[in-house]
């Protein structure tokens, strides 16, 4: 892997830009650091990634210079602790309820006194035996990001930002927009009028915040904010746009 990181030199502005990966595909992860991506959020939401393929493919992606994200198939604690012992640099939880529920899942990424994180044996570790300094690194280190898709989550988006052990707020643009009735995301004025505000109260709160950003508008409002990460497309769309492209490029075939 040594070439990667001798010729791939990691990007130095802000925010970090970040693809989604849906499947089991490390050649993906090559392609798209070579590209100058500088992370991967491992969707297990919607993608189709098991524990298996995360254990393997998250320590590889590490390796080759992306930062590694992973947003959980579900915010419970068997989820949360599996993608954390694995290694992953933050998680990201989906379809909160409200504060109170951002609450009780997010403790389950933090070790106690701040949370109630399990301490386990395994590769964030080293193999080795916990220490008071282990968990106090990890409580810094690995991040927990809410995600603010649902109606109530919206409205309680103040009191989401200031619960300790969450890091950053996570905009779900097209389940937000179906939430407060506005239907499929179209990057309405409406729409970006909630990415400002959620923007604003993560600022306020001190904490980082973060949006898929395909769509070009939604994009040009949010890089002024100063997201810590957009994220621009996923693998499954750049093998689509990449197979337009070639057989758009033949004659007779646009």
Request: with cysteine; aromatic share 8%.
């Amino acid at each position: 892997m040594d070439g990667f990181s001798m010729t791939t030199a990691p990007r130095s502005a802000n925010p970090a830009i970040g693809f989604w990966l849906e499947s089991d595909s490390q050649k993906a992860c090559e392609l798209a650091r070579l590209a100058g991506f500088d992370l991967v959020l491992f969707d297990m939401e919607h993608g189709i990634l098991d524990l298996a393929a995360l254990d393997r493919l998250l320590p590889f992606c590490q390796s080759i210079g992306l930062t590694a994200y992973v947003r959980l198939a579900d915010a419970t604690r068997p989820n949360i602790q599996h993608a954390l012992d694995i290694g992953a640099d933050a998680i990201v939880l989906p379809q909160l309820r409200d504060a109170a529920h951002a609450r009780e899942v997010s403790e389950y990424a933090k070790f106690a006194p701040l949370g109630t994180r399990g301490v386990g044996y395994g590769r964030t570790q080293r193999y080795a035996g916990a220490t008071n300094s282990f968990f106090e690194t990890e409580n810094v280190r690995r991040h927990c990001y809410a995600m603010i898709e649902t109606a109530t989550a919206f409205e309680e988006a103040a009191a989401i930002a200031a619960l300790p052990c969450v890091d950053g707020l996570f905009i779900g643009p097209a389940d937000l927009s179906v939430a407060r009735g506005r239907g499929a995301f179209t990057a309405t004025d409406a729409d970006l009028a909630d990415l400002r505000h959620i923007a604003a109260v993560a600022a306020r709160a001190g904490k980082h915040w973060a949006v898929p950003a395909a769509n070009p508008r939604l994009r040009e409002t949010a890089l002024p904010l100063a997201p810590s990460f957009v994220m621009v497309g996923d693998e499954l769309s750049a093998l689509s746009a990449g197979f337009s492209a070639m057989i758009g490029s033949l004659p007779g075939r646009r």
